[in-house]
């Protein structure tokens, strides 16, 4: 039986580390965490923070997944869209998902990312 989540893991091109700590430790407010050794060497990096845990993976071939995507929960959306679009990532509205506040942003390799925040009852 299943019982949670563990991680999502993301794909990212060889030589991207810098660039994804900025973004999903500086933009995104994730906390970095060390690999074990012998998954370190293969690169790549491991974001968390409270229950959500990130991993992006070094791949060879890499192509950014564009519709495939993690939905994160945020608290205070738009002032979370504010932080990432300050950071020069896009932000991008939808309404289509009632009860919800939500945009759709990418990582700098181009990984889709949708950012969503429920709506209080009787709204949306």
């Known amino acids: 039986m ?3 989540l563990d991680h ?3 794909a990212a091109p060889p030589g991207s580390e810098d660039l994804l700590r900025a973004f999903y430790a500086g933009a995104l407010g994730l906390t970095e965490v060390p690999k074990p050794p012998t998954l370190a060497a ?3 990096c491991w974001f968390e ?3 959500v845990r990130l991993h992006l993976g070094v791949e060879r071939d890499f192509r950014p997944a564009r519709k495939a995507h993690p939905g ?3 608290t205070g959306i738009e002032a979370f869209a504010g932080r990432l679009a300050a950071h020069g990532a896009p932000v991008t509205w939808d309404d289509a998902l009632p009860g919800h ?3 759709f942003s990418e990582d700098p390799v181009g990984n889709r990312l949708e950012f969503l925040e429920s709506l209080p009852a009787g709204q949306g």
């Open 2 to 4: 299943l019982s949670a």
């Open 8 to 10: 999502v893991q993301l």
């Open 42 to 44: 293969r690169g790549g």
């Open 49 to 51: 923070t409270g229950d």
């Open 72 to 74: 994160l929960r945020v």
């Open 101 to 103: 506040r939500r945009f």
